[in-house]
Nanobody, 116 residues
Framework: QVQLQESGPGLVKLSQTLSLTCTVSGGSITTRYYYWSWIRQPPGKGLEWMGAIGYDGSTYYSPSLKSHTSISRDTSKNQFSLQLRSVTPEDNAVYYC????????RGQGTQVTVSS
């Protein structure tokens, strides 16, 4: 069974870049036709899909975040990563990596706080 685990700093300074990594076990990120996503949940709000990277390395982004988001992968480590540039207080959220777009199978999540 696939398991996902997020890692990265929980505190990021205003206007800096947030970097998170997801380590996948129990399955390969190159398995057809999976698309591995980053999803976040701000306080008091619902889940927001941020973007995904496909089994073939293709990337997809939410239009509202596309300009300052990048998703990449390291197939040798079976990991995929998120970079969110120029963070603001609106980026405070619990960040999840997931096996699909809706987060039906996802990691436990990691809290990210933007500090001034």
């Amino acid at each position: 069974q696939v398991q996902l685990q997020e890692s990265g700093p929980g505190l990021v300074k205003l206007s800096q870049t947030l970097s998170l990594t997801c380590t996948v076990s129990g399955g390969s990120i190159t398995t057809r036709y999976y698309y591995w996503s980053w999803i976040r949940q701000p306080p008091g709000k619902g889940l927001e899909w941020m973007g995904a990277i496909g089994y073939d390395g293709s990337t997809y982004y939410s239009p509202s975040l596309k300009s300052h988001t990048s998703i990449s992968r390291d197939t040798s480590k079976n990991q995929f990563s998120l970079q969110l540039r120029s963070v603001t207080p609106e980026d405070n959220a619990v960040y999840y990596c997931a096996k699909d777009r809706i987060g039906s199978i996802r990691g436990q999540g990691t809290q990210v706080t933007v500090s001034s």
